[in-house]
């Protein structure tokens, strides 16, 4: 999960209403896997952010943000995959998108693979094909592409954060790379 900006006249909630309801609901989330596909549909590589975190820790992520109040998932998809890809990236999301998985992350470590020490949280999660040039923006530090291999190597997957590495396996296995 990676923190944005609260900008209220946005559709976002001000820090202390955000804090006030990740103490009291679930936040709904995208998680994105993006992908490079060939000719034939085939993934070829898998992109995987490097970021800081809040703990000064610099770990590979996938695509990740919050679903906005009356924000279709679509729409936050793309928005997401703008903010941390670059506007010229061209995702492929398909008018009404299916998620690959649903991941639940609790700020209890060992419910679920999924930790997110902020909050509750239920993310959608999609592998999506893009087609553009991707230059990594806001937080994220950069982008690296790696073949399906090199993705389910246990180092990359090691540096994923927050259970991360498990919707990884999961898009791998979905993908049947």
Known sequence: MTEATTLTDAGWLSREEM???????????????????????????IGLLLRAGEDGQIKRALVSGRVLYHER???????HLEKDLGPLALPRVPASPQPFTI?????????????????????????VPVEGDCEPQQDALELTWFTPD????????AELANGQSHLLVQALAHLGV
């Not at 309801?21 to 549909?41: K, S």
């Open 19 to 45: 804090d006030s309801a990740r103490e009291r609901l679930p936040i709904l989330y995208v998680d994105a896997v993006p992908v490079r596909v060939d000719d034939h549909g085939a993934v070829t590589k």
């Open 73 to 79: 998932v679509r729409a936050a998809l793309l928005r």
């Open 103 to 127: 991941a639940e992350y609790f700020p209890t470590p060992g419910v679920t693979p999924f930790h997110d020490p902020r909050q509750h949280a239920v993310s959608l999660a999609y592998v």
């Open 150 to 157: 090199e993705a389910r190597d246990p180092g990359v997957l």
